[in-house]
C-alpha cells in the first residue's frame, strides 16, 4: 500500500516538496467504468464514466483537497477556509482533521444538500450560513483571507486545480490515450481548467498526442459562461453548480476555445432525467451535479452532433448519497403490506 498514492505516482507534476505532507486518505486513483446501455444508444464506440463519486468524502474535492491542506500546513496555517456549495466543505473539513488543524465553512443558507451539511458537521468544521449565494460566499472568504493567515482552499487556490489534474492522468493511463470527448460539468469551472491542464500537461510531457475536446455543462438556470454574463440569482436543483460568477472562468473558456469544445447549458429536467437513468440503466448512484455532464452528452447527440467513432468520458463529480432530498423526490415503486408471505408475492406481481 502506497502512502500516497497521488504523490507518488505524479510527483513530477506536483508542486511536492521533501516538507509536503505524505498524509493521505486514499484520493484519487478512481474507476473508469464502460458504460453497459447509455453509450451504444447515443451510438458511440466507447463511453466511460470517471467515478469520482469513489473519493474518500465522495466527490472530486478530495483530489485538489488533500494538496491544498498540506501546503496551508507546510507553510504554517492553522487552518482553512472556503465558501462551498457543500462538496468543498465536505472535503476541508475532513482534510483539516486528517492534518489536526481547525476549518472553517461559509455556505449558502438552506441551499446545501443534506449529506454534505452532514460531513461538514461530523468533521467538526465551524459551518458559517449566509443569506447569500455562493458567489457571496466566495467574495467573503477571499476579502478574510487577504487579511488574516487563515488559507483558502477554493479552486482559487492552484494547489486546487494541480490536485484536481491528476484525473485526467489516470484516465489517460488507463485508456493508453486521451479520450475524443470529455464531459464535465461546470460550476465555479475549476475542474475544467484542471483535467485541461492535465491533458496539456501531459501532452506535453509526450504522454499523449492528441487532446480531447471539452464539453463542459452548466445548468439552465445558472450557466453564465453559456450566456456571457454573470446570474445574479442562479438556480438549479443541481446545488453543486449553482454558481453565477465563475472564479475560473477563464479558464473554462481557454478550454474549451483550444480544445475545439463547446460550454453548453442543460436545463434541471434533463439534468433529472440522466441522473434517473444513470441510476437505473447503469447502476451509477450520483448527486444531480454529476448528470449534467451525461445529459450534456445526450442533449448534443439529440441535436445530431454525430458521435460513432468516438471514445467520450463523463465525469462523475460527486456521490447521489449526498443529496437524499432528491433521490426521494422520485416517485418509488414501494408498498407497504402485513408480513405474510402471500401478500409480499402479490405485491410483487407475479402472479
Ligand atoms: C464542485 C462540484 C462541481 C463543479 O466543479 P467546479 O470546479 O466548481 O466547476 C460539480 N459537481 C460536483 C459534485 C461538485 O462537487
Redesign the pocket.
Known amino acids: 500500500m502506497k502512502q500516497n498514492y497521488l504523490i507518488e505516482k505524479y510527483a513530477q507534476f506536483l508542486p511536492i516538496t521533501a516538507e509536503t505532507s505524505r498524509k493521505s486518505l486514499g484520493e484519487g486513483t478512481t474507476p473508469l467504468v464502460r458504460s453497459s446501455r447509455l453509450g451504444s444508444e447515443l451510438g458511440l464506440e466507447n463511453l466511460y464514466f470517471k467515478l469520482?463519486t469513489l473519493n474518500p468524502t465522495g466527490?472530486?474535492?478530495d483530489r485538489g483537497m488533500f494538496l491544498a491542506v498540506a501546503k496551508a500546513v507546510e507553510s504554517g496555517s492553522e487552518a482553512v477556509i472556503c465558501a462551498s456549495?457543500?462538496?468543498?466543505s465536505a472535503s476541508a473539513s475532513a482534510y483539516a482533521a486528517l492534518h489536526g488543524i481547525r476549518s472553517f465553512v461559509v455556505v449558502p443558507s438552506g441551499k446545501i444538500a443534506l449529506g454534505k451539511l452532514a460531513q461538514a458537521t461530523v468533521h467538526g468544521a465551524t459551518i458559517i450560513q449566509i443569506q447569500g449565494s455562493f458567489d457571496d460566499a466566495l467574495h467573503i472568504v477571499r476579502d478574510i483571507t487577504e487579511r488574516s493567515p487563515v488559507a483558502l482552499v477554493n479552486?482559487v487556490n492552484p494547489h486546487r486545480i494541480d490536485g484536481?489534474k491528476t484525473a485526467a492522468f489516470e484516465i489517460v493511463d488507463e485508456l493508453g490515450t486521451a479520450p475524443d470527448l470529455l464531459c464535465?460539468?461546470?460550476?465555479?469551472?475549476?475542474?475544467?481548467?484542471?483535467y485541461w491542464k492535465g491533458f496539456t500537461e501531459y501532452q506535453s510531457a509526450g504522454k499523449i498526442s492528441s487532446l480531447p475536446k471539452m464539453w463542459?455543462f452548466q445548468a439552465a438556470g445558472s450557466a453564465p459562461i453559456v450566456l456571457g454574463h454573470r446570474v445574479s440569482e442562479p438556480e438549479t436543483i443541481?446545488t453543486?453548480?449553482r454558481?453565477g460568477n465563475?472564479?475560473?472562468w477563464t479558464g473554462?473558456l481557454n478550454a474549451q476555445d483550444q480544445s475545439g469544445g463547446k460550454i453548453d447549458s442543460v436545463t434541471d429536467d434533463e439534468i433529472l432525467r440522466a441522473y434517473h437513468r444513470l441510476a437505473t440503466e447503469e447502476g451509477i448512484f450520483?448527486?444531480p451535479?454529476?448528470a449534467?455532464s451525461v445529459a450534456g452528452l445526450i442533449k448534443r447527440s439529440q441535436n445530431g452532433e454525430n458521435l460513432s467513432q468516438l471514445t467520450a468520458v463523463c465525469?462523475i463529480?460527486?456521490?447521489g448519497l449526498?443529496d437524499p432530498d432528491t433521490a426521494l423526490s422520485i416517485t418509488a415503486d414501494r408498498v407497504e403490506v402485513e408480513a405474510d408471505v402471500l401478500l409480499v408475492e402479490e405485491a410483487m406481481n407475479l402472479h
Open positions: 469520482e466527490s472530486f474535492k456549495t457543500g462538496n468543498t479552486s484536481q464535465i460539468p461546470v460550476g465555479n469551472a475549476g475542474n475544467i481548467t484542471a463542459g443541481a453543486a453548480i454558481i465563475p472564479a475560473s473554462a450520483c448527486e451535479a454529476s449534467a465525469v463529480t460527486g456521490h449526498k
